[in-house]
T-cell receptor, first 117, second 114 residues
């Protein structure tokens, strides 16, 4: 069965601190996709990144970076120099790349990040 | 703005009633997904449609049903509503084949059952 675990329920940091959100996943598939979504207080879900299981290169986008390690089944998300606008709930998600459940997202419980000024 | 629209934004109804939630996917997207977000269960996949056909079912109750129309918009029908059905219902869409691409979510419909 597929499962995503975000062990950190809530994190609170002060502006300009770096923060890493952890994500551990379980799947028996050899190919799959991993995602991060952001849910700000307004409630919408905003797509941040998609990573294919066969591509273990880390990715950086501005203050955001992602570290994918297949050996430890982890896909961690780091925000550098956090800002108040980063305050949100962040979800990690997994989907199969084939079969009946292809495309359906399995979400973790989310990590609520509070960035204080 | 993701390009996915959902109506209505808020819905308040009584137990036992039936409601319809509507979703218009991003232009060109053939796949539509419905998800439920509640405090108890978190974000759960309900059902997926691709170009008018049902492709996959998740934790969708028998009291719930959905369809995707020829113009690709989708509707989620919830009947015999219970207090526990109160949740935020999201629609998402994706392009390409069967969901290999990232899903873009609509703003959600907040359903309150009293």
């Amino acid at each position: 069965a597929q499962k995503v675990t975000q062990a950190q329920t809530e994190i609170s940091v002060v502006e300009k601190e770096d923060v890493t959100l952890d994500c551990v996943y379980e799947t028996r598939d050899t190919t799959y996709y991993l995602f991060w979504y952001k849910q700000p207080p307004s409630g919408e879900l905003v797509f941040l990144i998609r990573r294919n299981s066969f591509d273990e290169q880390n990715e950086i986008s501005g203050r955001y970076s992602w570290n994918f390690q297949k050996s430890t089944s982890s896909f961690n998300f780091t925000i550098t120099a956090s800002q108040v606008v980063d305050s949100a709930v962040y979800f990690c998600a997994l989907s199969a790349s084939y079969g009946g459940s292809q495309g359906n997202l399995i979400f973790g419980k989310g990590t609520k990040l509070s960035v204080k000024p | 703005d993701s390009g996915v629209t959902q109506t209505p934004k808020h819905l308040i109804t009584a137990t036992g009633q039936r409601v319809t939630l509507r979703c218009s996917p991003r232009s060109g997207d053939l796949s539509v997904y419905w998800y439920q977000q509640s405090l108890d269960q978190g974000l759960q996949f309900l059902i997926q449609y691709y170009n008018g056909e049902e492709r996959a079912k998740g934790n969708i109750l028998e009291r719930f049903s959905a369809q995707q129309f020829p113009d690709l918009h989708s509707e989620l029908n919830l009947s015999s509503l219970e207090l526990g059905d109160s949740a935020l219902y999201f629609c998402a869409s994706s392009g390409g084949g069967q969901g290999l691409y990232e899903q873009y979510f609509g703003p959600g419909t907040r359903l309150t059952v009293t």
